[in-house]
């Protein structure tokens, strides 16, 4: 898998190709994961989770989805967010289960409340309900998920702040909680503590929450965007607010989108980024500090595999691996070592897979030879007769699979890029990694 970036208020985490995962930022909450309560300028590796699929980020707490469908939480809890059954227990700074959920494909966090999406397109919430984006009819928090009723069939889900989206699979966008900016996309400003439909929102593919206001990319690979507009996040060119979907100004062929706190990302088919809204502390990544009510694109980035988005801060991850991050650094957010703002991307320091190689979690019985290669290379794993063999690009994308049923396989990956790829083997003990070179 490619690294996959999420952000809170204060605090990142990714996850490495090695399916570990990394956290830098602001840690009073515990929200690094890292058992401790000291904030970090670089990478930390989240404690005692492997075989993590993907991470998602609220103001101070942390959920990461495993691949064998079960959801954990560290941080904040003042609100049941961790899903654990109770909020007496106000914070963790390692990971434990959130109750009762199975089956998860996708995890979203809010400020306060948190997210599932299970198998079978049915949507779980838990944590704070002060403005109904628990989707379950009232006002109360709940300390452990339960199900969106009225709702089915949903792709994918996403939430910031205190409103929530979920995407169908008739590509319609649905929206409930938190609406004074008419970020629910239904024509009011009226709170919703159950599902409403956004209005002329359909052929959709990808949905985004930023605080007050909400981003979708269309099947046309154009973006659009409802709610508050104070700074130009909406990136129609004005300075109105929208209670109904807008399209963004002179942005097209987008392959994903990311909303943050004021301001948002996109990520074009050419691997550039774009971004708009709120710029006081250079998020926006194109050298200055004034808001953006048009997309700017971010200066010296290219071949973008992946996007993220903090409160005042973003990310991107590049085809080669290697991670970057603009805007407010005031708790090491950035992860460049420094508390110093940047209105430039600047690179990530030990980012994967760096300090979280693959080549560190590396066993004696886990050979490839030769490594680098030109192409021909053998995999020997005695380990066994039998074990599952996965490869992938830096991208993320699985170019192999088998089921091994002896101790060593020759491939030949002449006919592939020149790069690096992540080999995964599959045992019932475990997973195994390693890095491969073709030169």
């Excluded at 495993?66 to 941080?75: E, I, M, P």
């Excluded at 007496?88 to 998860?104: I, M, P, Y």
């Excluded at 709610?227 to 990136?235: R, S």
């Excluded at 109105?240 to 399209?247: K, P």
């Amino acid at each position: 898998m490619a690294q996959k970036i999420s952000a809170g208020n204060f605090h990142a985490v990714v996850v490495c190709p090695n399916a570990v995962a990394g956290s830098w930022g602001r840690n009073d909450i515990g929200q690094l994961g890292d058992g401790t309560h000291t904030s970090a300028s670089v990478p930390v590796l989240v404690k005692g989770l492997t075989n993590i699929i993907m991470t998602t980020c609220g103001r101070q707490h942390t959920l990461a989805l495993k691949a064998d469908g079960t959801v954990w939480a560290w941080g904040d809890n003042a609100f049941g967010q961790l899903g654990v059954g109770n909020v007496s227990w106000t914070d963790t700074n390692t990971a434990v289960q959130v109750l009762g959920l199975n089956q998860v494909i996708s995890i979203a966090a809010g400020t306060y409340h948190s997210m599932a999406l299970k198998n079978d397109g049915t949507v779980w919430t838990w944590g704070w309900n002060g403005w109904g984006q628990l989707a379950n009819g009232n006002y109360n928090n709940v300390s452990f998920p339960l199900l969106v009723n009225d709702l089915d069939s949903i792709t994918s889900i996403t939430a910031l702040g205190d409103h929530s989206l979920a995407l169908k699979q008739d590509s319609t966008v649905w929206a409930w909680g938190r609406n004074s900016s008419g970020q629910l996309g239904d024509g009011t400003t009226l709170p919703r503590t159950l599902p409403v439909q956004v209005f002329s929102m359909q052929g959709i593919i990808k949905i985004s929450a930023g605080y007050q206001y909400s981003v979708a990319l269309k099947k046309d690979s154009t973006v659009w965007t409802w709610g508050d507009n104070t700074n130009g996040q909406l990136g129609d060119s004005s300075a109105l607010g929208s209670l109904t979907a807008v399209q963004v100004k002179s942005l097209n062929k987008v392959a994903d989108i990311k909303g943050g706190y004021s301001h948002a990302l996109a990520l074009k088919q050419d691997a550039t980024v774009w971004a708009w809204g709120s710029n006081n502390d250079g998020q926006i990544g194109n050298g200055n500090n004034a808001n953006q009510k048009v997309p700017a694109q971010v200066i010296g980035l290219s071949n973008v595999i992946t996007i993220g988005s903090g409160y005042d801060f973003s990310f991107a991850v590049r085809g080669d691996g290697t991670g970057w991050s603009w805007g407010n650094n005031m708790h090491g957010q950035l992860g460049d070592s420094t508390h110093i703002n940047s209105s430039l991307p600047i690179q990530i320091k030990n980012f994967c897979p760096l300090i979280f190689s693959v080549n560190d979690i590396s066993v004696s019985d886990f050979k490839i030879f030769p490594n680098p290669t030109s192409g021909v290379f053998t995999i020997d794993f005695d380990k066994g007769i039998s074990w599952q063999l996965y490869i992938y690009n830096l991208r993320g994308e699985l170019i192999v699979t088998h089921l091994i049923k002896k101790q060593a396989i020759t491939l030949d990956f002449s006919v592939y890029p020149k790069g690096i790829y992540f080999i995964n083997i599959h045992k019932g003990d475990g997973i195994y990694f390693k890095k491969l070179v073709i030169q």
